[in-house]
């Protein structure tokens, strides 16, 4: 039991990392003005690593639950990644 939860745990702060680096390449494009096919990208990208790193929890749900938390989750995700951009689009003006 003792490994299976130090695994577990390894699991949560891998997904929080990966996270993370998606904020950080959202807020990276903010900063460095990059093309908005490429924002895009990082949003598509991070929604798809949302539901692959999630998948065992959305497997369980069902119909109405499945789409309200699905619907929650991708809003969120695209306000914090937006949050970033927009953070990105400030700094720049700071280093400058």
Request: glycine share 8%; with cysteine; hydrophobic share 60%.
């Amino acid at each position: 039991m003792l490994v299976s939860m130090s695994t577990r745990r390894l699991d949560d702060f891998t997904v929080a990392a990966c996270d993370g680096g998606f904020a950080i390449a959202a807020f990276g494009c903010g900063l460095f003005d990059a093309p908005l096919w490429l924002t895009g990208l990082v949003a598509f990208a991070m929604l798809a690593y949302w539901s692959w790193s999630r998948r065992r929890v959305l497997n369980r749900l069902r119909g109405a639950a499945w789409a309200s938390l699905t619907t929650l989750a991708v809003l969120v995700i695209i306000a914090i990644l937006a949050g970033s951009y927009w953070l990105g689009l400030n700094a720049k003006d700071l280093v400058t």
